[in-house]
């Protein structure tokens, strides 16, 4: 079974930057498609990028020009790399092994002065 461990999250000002992580357990890391995507207090689930297995991205609109997507399959990890954040941001934010449809347990990022 695939286990997925975010860090990175924490508090930060408008404007600032933050670098998720997610690292995946379990082989094959290299056939697997993966993504974010977060939460936001009171709202459904929202996607925030993807990156196939040969690093192809997209992205959520509200996003683009600001995030990130990455990944290195010699650590079996996924990053989002989160620039000139807003406080429209702040929400929970898992990593998923779309391939599989696992999601990590989430990591909160919240944007405030």
């Known amino acids: 079974q695939v286990q997925l461990v975010e860090s990175g999250g924490g508090l930060v000002q408008p404007e600032g930057s933050l670098r998720l992580s997610c690292v995946a357990s379990?082989?094959?890391?290299?056939?697997?498609?993966m993504a974010w995507n977060r939460q936001a207090p009171g709202k459904q689930r929202e996607f925030v990028a993807f990156?196939?297995?040969?690093?192809?991205?997209d992205y959520a609109d509200s996003v683009k020009g600001r995030f990130t997507i990455s990944r290195d399959n010699a650590k079996n990890t996924v990053y989002l790399q989160m620039n000139n954040l807003r406080p429209e941001d702040t929400a929970v934010y898992y990593c998923t092994d779309v391939t599989r449809n696992y999601w990590g347990q989430g990591t909160q990022v919240t944007v405030s002065s």
């Open positions: 379990g082989r094959d890391f290299n056939d697997t498609a």
């Open positions: 990156i196939g297995r040969v690093g192809i991205t």
